[in-house]
């Protein structure tokens, strides 16, 4: 059964860095956009950052834009998110996220198919 596998998530401290994984195992097509949404208890999920497999064009949300970075291994359908100077606020469970094409920027993604989640945690 497809199903999308997360990791790395963790606890670190403000200023630190962590790696989230991403695969996309089992799918029977191309998968065209992946990417990362947020959300912390009590707000809303945030669309956080993709990345378009046919040209490796990214996007991110202005929050995070500079500090985390999304890459991909399109030979095992894996997508990361590199994230740096960690704050407080990024707090949150992350989920993976992939879609179509036609789909692929942050309000789109929603709409995809989503991974459990992997839950990180930046005290200060």
């Known amino acids: 059964q497809a199903h999308l596998v997360e990791s790395g998530g963790g606890s670190v401290q403000g200023g630190g860095s962590l790696r989230l994984s991403c695969a996309a195992i089992?799918?029977?097509?191309?998968?065209?956009?992946m990417g990362w949404f947020r959300q912390a208890p009590g707000k809303e999920r945030e669309g956080v950052a993709g990345?378009?497999?046919?040209?490796?064009?990214?996007f991110y949300a202005a929050s995070v834009k500079g500090r985390f970075t999304i890459s991909q291994d399109n030979s095992n359908d894996t997508v990361y998110l590199q994230m740096n100077s960690l704050k407080p606020e990024d707090t949150a469970m992350y989920y993976c996220?992939?879609?179509?094409?036609?789909?692929?920027?942050?309000?789109?993604?929603?709409?995809?198919?989503w991974g459990q989640g992997t839950q990180v945690t930046v005290s200060s």
């Open positions: 996220v992939i879609a179509p094409w036609a789909h692929c920027s942050l309000g789109g993604l929603q709409s995809g198919h």
């Open positions: 089992g799918y029977p097509y191309r998968i065209d956009c």
């Open positions: 990345i378009y497999s046919g040209s490796s064009s990214t």
